[in-house]
């Protein structure tokens, strides 16, 4: 299924993946630092939504508390609680 998240409190204004049997697919951030953003979104394609919850979830962005990665774990927690 697609979802689409608008993050709070980071410089990405769009994240948009789809999950597919618990498995975390085609992640686009709009916005942001580009090419970090870019190779987070191929480092977690594929992987289940709940290891990239465990590994990316609490990770803040310089003084700011809250980060790209982080509000990707909220997106994928809240896309899943939907999802039952």
Request: charged share 20%; with cysteine; proline share 4%.
């Amino acid at each position: 299924m697609f979802y689409s998240y608008t993050p709070k409190g980071t410089c990405s204004h769009q994240i948009e993946f789809e999950i597919d049997n618990g498995i975390l697919k085609n992640v686009s951030f709009a916005g942001g630092c580009n090419g970090n953003l870019k190779a987070l979104s191929i480092l977690v394609e594929g992987m289940p939504c709940s290891e990239v919850i465990d590994k990316l979830s609490g990770i803040r962005c310089g003084f700011r508390p809250t980060s790209c990665s982080d509000q990707l774990t909220r997106a994928v927690s809240e896309a899943m609680e939907n999802e039952k």
